[in-house]
């Protein structure tokens, strides 16, 4: 599966994005996606996933209450709500799915989340 994210950009601290991650086909096919970021010199961590069959959720303890992660499976498009965004938030975030029949993981190519303080 394709994944394009969108929706990044530059915001001040406290402030509030929406990214976007569009699948190629239907999201009821995928297993598991979910919201990775990497920051400058850092390892890529995981931020959310959500599982589109039934909705379930998993956050990062560092976003919980503040991020929140959904899937329209009618839309084919998964979203990462970010709410009281912090400096720290910083990063490049990636989206991800995987396919389990197919054992398929696939990576869009990332959007730019910039907060300033």
């Known amino acids: 599966v394709q994944l394009v994210e969108s929706g990044g950009g530059l915001v001040q601290a406290g402030n509030s994005l929406r990214l976007s991650c569009a699948a190629s086909?239907?999201?009821?096919?995928?297993?598991?996606m979910g919201w990775y970021r990497q920051a400058r010199e850092k390892p890529r961590e995981l931020v959310a996933t959500i599982t589109p069959a039934d909705g379930s959720t998993m956050y990062a303890n560092s976003v919980k209450g503040r991020f929140t992660i959904s899937v329209d499976n009618a839309k084919n498009t998964m979203y990462l709500q970010m709410n009281s965004l912090k400096p720290e938030d910083t990063a490049v975030y990636f989206c991800?799915?995987?396919?389990?029949?197919?054992?398929?993981?696939?990576w869009g190519q990332g959007t730019q989340v910039t907060v300033s303080s």
């Open positions: 991800n799915a995987f396919t389990g029949w197919s054992e398929e993981i696939s």
């Open positions: 086909r239907s999201t009821f096919s995928i297993n598991s």
